[in-house]
């Protein structure tokens, strides 16, 4: 089961893993911000912002094979979208890249410059879920003035992600088992069905009896943890850091060079 | 369908960011009014349950090979009424931006509007008026369908008008739009026939659980929801007509010469050093491309690098980024390699 472990990396320790979660999820909001204010039509220049994320999960110890499958893992939405630039965007260009220069067309550089955005976003993204537990971000998340109910919210659906993902993979391992063929579409919803059906009637009791235990140990809407968020020093020297590598990126590789 | 970081611009990122956030915090402040907390650990709980239908995957008729799972919006706003329903998806999608890596962090705010608060509401409303109480008859079932349909297929619908209305894309909205429309139309229908189908098995098994008897009643007003549909069919009109005017298509890049690309021979030319300049200016100094001072273009005419040079700074730049990734990685290496002796 691949879900179980996707965030497995969040419990080892490095000095990334030990930053306040606050200032890296404000760190990537910027740099994720940057990244896409950046022209549309110069792939080149990603490559440099790519040093970026890059540092950090090496730093960090997240082996890049892991990462590469997870990007490859949720992209084909863009893949097809980026595609589709080259059919549309036929402006021919002369593209130099040192001593090769080639005739390609304005839209392969759109469809290159996409894939390449989504490529440093979401290796940012992977950086900062793969060295931050999930309850520290959402303490962070709080103090950073996310509703308290969104947050409880999310920290239970996190807990029960996975036990209800197990229980669905149960369940259709049972099917798979019993059903070798396919029965038509009406027997296939009625099992469907039926699976959904009684896993939500099971969620409702299952929240049914965690309440009644929550409700004896004094649940009062509020979520305390021993998660204590606080700024050291190191967390100045990695947000500084990160705005100096955003500000030279910003000043001294122009995308009209590359 | 999850919209990506990269399909978007920044003021429509951060614009969608800024309206999913202020809605979660308004329906956040509804919610808690409506629902004690004893209810929170059953809203958590549905959240996980949408995570885990979403596998239980049918295989559809006619189309062999495929198969289609249901989305969940609309039933969870059918038991839990629209406002929590609106949280718990809402949570869902977030949960998939940071554990999943299903759509961008910027686009959030996007993916929220579309998938959580515009299902849960409008599948919600058009549940409600279509049936009008009694569950169980046909006429409710046609009125789920019917509103997991149209719920599904607004959501998509935004999807082409963010993507328009950032530019990025220069696939042709219309195409974009009837490709949306026409795929969401099949998982509507896939996402009606299954609610309907776990809806009437939840009838026979806990008639307690259907039609939002679980926490307390909500009422959406009829004039609240045609006032806001109104809205934002008027921002959504306003938008695309001002696109309409000043879309950046491919005509934009032919009649300007390419500043990326120096060597890049214009279609229609245009040798007016100062139209180059400014064109060179808007993509080497903006930090939001297409808004950009144009004033104060005039005094860096004189900085342009021919062609060739280009080609070159843009070769050492790739390669020197990629000899410093190379670098940092060995060093990673060889410091990992030493730890362990040192222990």
Sequence with gaps: ?258 | MHMANELLSLPVATGTLAIAVASLGFVCRKVRQIIASDKVALMGVLGAFIFAAQMVNIQLPAMPGTSGHMVGAVLLAIILGPHAGAIVISSVVIIQCLIFQDGGLLALGCNIINMALVPSYLGYFLYKTATTGQAGSLRAYLGTMFACVLAIEAGAFLVPVQAALSGVLVVPFSTFLITMLGVHFLVGLIEGVITVAVIAYLQQVRPDVVPDSLPGKVRLSRKAVITTLAVFALAIGAGLSLLASDLPDGLEWSYAERPDQTDFETAVSNESPAVVAVDDFQSKYSPLPDYSLRSSAIGKIGEEEPGVSAGWTSFAGVVGSALTMAVIWLAAQILRKKQPQRA
């Design chain 1, 1 to 258: 089961m691949h879900h179980a472990h996707i965030d497995k990396f969040a419990y080892q320790d490095s000095l990334i893993h030990r930053l306040d979660c606050r200032i890296k999820f404000m760190v990537l909001l910027v740099f994720t911000a940057v990244v896409i204010s950046l022209p549309r039509t110069s792939p080149g220049i990603l490559t440099c912002y790519a040093i970026g994320p890059f540092t950090i999960l090496v730093w960090a110890k997240i082996p890049l094979r892991f990462v590469f499958k997870h990007i490859l893992l949720v992209s084909p939405f863009v893949v097809v979208l980026a595609l589709s630039c080259p059919l549309y965007d036929k402006t021919p260009v002369t593209v130099a890249f040192g001593p090769i220069i080639w005739q390609s067309s304005l839209g392969w550089m759109r469809c290159f410059t996409i894939l390449a955005k989504f490529i440093v976003t979401m290796s940012a993204l992977i950086a900062l879920v793969s060295t931050t537990r999930f309850n520290d971000l959402l303490t962070g998340l709080q103090r950073l003035g996310v509703p308290k109910l969104l947050t409880v919210q999310l920290g239970f659906l996190y807990r029960y992600i996975f036990v209800l993902i197990d229980r669905t993979h149960r369940m259709l391992r049972a099917r798979a088992g019993r059903k070798l063929r396919n029965l038509g579409f009406k027997a296939e919803l009625k099992i469907a069905a039926a699976m959904l059906g009684s896993l939500l009637v099971r969620s409702i009791d299952n929240a049914e009896h965690t309440n009644i235990a929550m409700q004896a140990r004094g649940f009062d809407g509020n979520w305390r943890t021993i998660s204590k968020l606080q700024i050291h020093r190191a967390d100045y020297v990695f947000a500084t850091a990160a705005a100096f590598f955003l500000l030279v990126l910003h000043f001294f590789v122009k995308p009209v060079v590359l």
